[in-house]
């Protein structure tokens, strides 16, 4: 409901004569969309500049704030999910609490371990994604050292998290650098379920498919059993309350 709600808006912002009384529908056309707009003072900033320029002028206005939202927007409606629903993380073995407060200076986060908190800082909404990626990259190294500890692994891997656009929660190459990766979404899931899918990537590097000597090697990897919970996450990709593709 909210793509459309936007698409809506943008369509209108489109059109050369839109009239004002349909720029003031479909600005209204969602309540989550102001409230986004109030988080995310640069948007609002040139949503405010095209509406203030006269029709002959806009092009340049419209051509920033549809650039904006190409790059960002998507984001921004994670970003906007994650804290609207007070959700947590799981970071260094510990389960945190999300906050958010807007200052005016760079963004940063802020670790509470005392009372299982992290509270980012940041300018803009979608500035606080750039900080998701660096607890990302922190947790699957951690994650990743205690499978190749445990495992004996010795081999050179690369980690990658993926920023967006990926299909799948994880992948892996066997391409010189080896990598494997994973979506930066994978802090908001059990430690226990981010090991299954690190030790399922590092089972692909040895066996391509799902056989039964792939399911083996994945649960020498794991020490324990895979089981199906498991696995229909892991082959589900069961991460649709995101809205980042």
Same mark, same amino acid.
């Given at each position: ?7 809506? /808006?943008?369509?209108? =912002?489109? +059109?050369?004569?839109?009239? %004002?009384?349909?720029? !003031?529908?479909? $600005? &209204?056309? @969602? ?11 640069? /948007?609002?900033?040139? =949503?405010? +500049?095209?509406?203030?320029? %006269?029709?002959?002028? !806009?092009?340049? $206005? &419209?051509? @920033? ?11 921004? /409606? ?168």
């Amino acid at each position: 409901m909210l793509h459309s709600d936007f698409n809506t /808006l943008l369509n209108v =912002f489109a +059109k050369k004569n839109a009239s %004002p009384a349909e720029l !003031k529908s479909a $600005e &209204l056309t @969602s309540a989550t969309i102001r409230e986004i707009l109030l988080v995310e003072p640069a /948007l609002h900033l040139l =949503f405010n +500049k095209w509406k203030n320029t %006269p029709f002959d002028m !806009k092009k340049s $206005e &419209l051509r @920033s704030l549809n650039s904006y939202v190409k790059n960002k927007f998507y984001n921004i /409606l994670s970003l906007y999910y994650i804290f609207k629903k007070s959700l947590r993380i799981f970071f260094e073995g510990e389960r945190y609490l999300l906050k958010i407060k807007g200052v005016k200076v760079n963004a940063k986060y802020e670790v509470d371990k005392l009372n299982k908190t992290i509270t980012f800082s940041v300018v803009n909404l979608s500035d606080s994604y750039e900080l998701f990626l660096d607890i990302a990259r922190i947790q699957m190294k951690r994650m990743l050292y205690i499978v190749a500890t445990r495992n004996h692994l010795k081999a050179k891997i690369k980690l990658h998290v993926i920023k967006r656009g990926h299909r799948c929660l994880g992948y892996c190459a066997t391409e010189n650098p080896t990598r494997i990766g994973f979506k930066w979404q994978m802090i908001f899931i059990p430690e226990s379920v981010q090991e299954v899918l690190i030790c399922h990537e590092l089972a692909h590097l040895k066996h391509k498919n799902h056989g039964k000597l792939f399911w083996a090697h994945h649960e020498e990897l794991l020490g324990r059993p895979v089981f199906e919970a498991d696995k229909e996450l892991v082959l589900m990709n069961n991460f649709t309350w995101l809205c980042n593709p």
